[in-house]
């Protein structure tokens, strides 16, 4: 029922940007929290960002801190990293996820996911 569709990856050289774009459709989605991961091949699956549906907050991973931004278009059901300053360990498959939280952001539960996006930063 409910899909996250992420798109923008790509290769980029180091300093470079990317913007990746994640769309949630779904009737049956009543959360209020997305957020953007990242994996890489033998490493866990950790979050980059993430934001409150009403965009009344977000939180940052320390390693993209001032890098990567996270914002929501409140014109349609779609959440967006723009991702400055790329470096190399930047390198990761990048995945969309939708959840709930009944506190603190960072205690959401996400409970669904997307297909992911690859994103490759060459130096």
């Known amino acids: 029922q409910v899909q996250l569709v992420e798109s923008g990856g790509g290769l980029v050289q180091a300093g470079g940007s990317l913007r990746l774009s994640c769309t949630v459709s779904?009737?049956?989605?009543?959360?209020?929290?997305v957020g953007w991961f990242r994996q890489s091949p033998g490493k866990e699956r950790d979050v980059v960002a993430a934001i409150r549906w009403s965009g009344a907050s977000a939180m940052y991973a320390d390693s993209v801190k001032g890098r990567f931004y996270i914002s929501r278009d409140n014109g349609e059901n779609a959440v967006h990293l723009q991702m400055n300053s790329l470096r190399p360990d930047d390198t990761a498959s990048y995945y969309c996820s939708a959840g709930n939280t009944l506190s603190v952001l960072a205690a959401t539960t996400w409970d669904y996911w997307g297909q992911g996006t690859q994103v490759t930063v060459s130096s």
């Open positions: 779904g009737r049956s989605f009543s959360g209020n929290a």
